[in-house]
C-alpha cells in the first residue's frame, strides 16, 4: 500500500512524538506543538488513530517498559 505525501509526513512526525514521549518528561501539549501539530485536540486524534492509544497511554507504557515492569496482556 502506498502512502501519500502527507500521510508519509503524519507517520513520521508521530514516530518523532513517540520518542519524544518515552524519553522526555516534557508536556504533551509541548511536545504536540515541537511536531508541529496546532492543536491538542487535532494532535490526541492523529496519534491515537496512529498508535492505537491516546499519548498518556503510550507513554504510561512506555515507561513501564523502561523500567522493566511487566506490561498488560493485549
Sequence with gaps: MQQ???QYITAMRINHVR???SDTDKTI?????????RSS????STFTRYVGMPPQQYRKL???RRH???LPEA
Excluded: E
Design 4 to 6: 501519500t505525501m502527507k
Design 19 to 21: 520518542a519524544l514521549l
Design 29 to 37: 501539549l509541548d511536545i504536540a506543538l515541537t511536531a508541529g501539530f
Design 41 to 44: 485536540s487535532r494532535f490526541y
Design 62 to 64: 512506555s515507561q513501564q
Design 68 to 70: 522493566g515492569l511487566a
